[in-house]
């Protein structure tokens, strides 16, 4: 959980940095593993 948790706000600071949200946003997570489930939980 922690290393999606890492990838999860890394992807809320790239939004951020170009004045954007991530609300209402949608991704293909190909990969729901460890990591991918992570990342899908935080940003959900």
Known sequence: MITGFGVAEVV???????G??????????QRLVNTGMAV???LS
Not at 12 to 18: D, G, L, V
Not at 20 to 29: F, I, L, Q
């Open 12 to 18: 809320k600071k790239y939004y951020s940095i170009h």
């Open 20 to 29: 954007k949200s991530t609300v209402g946003k949608r991704a293909v997570n």
């Open 40 to 42: 899908a939980f935080y």
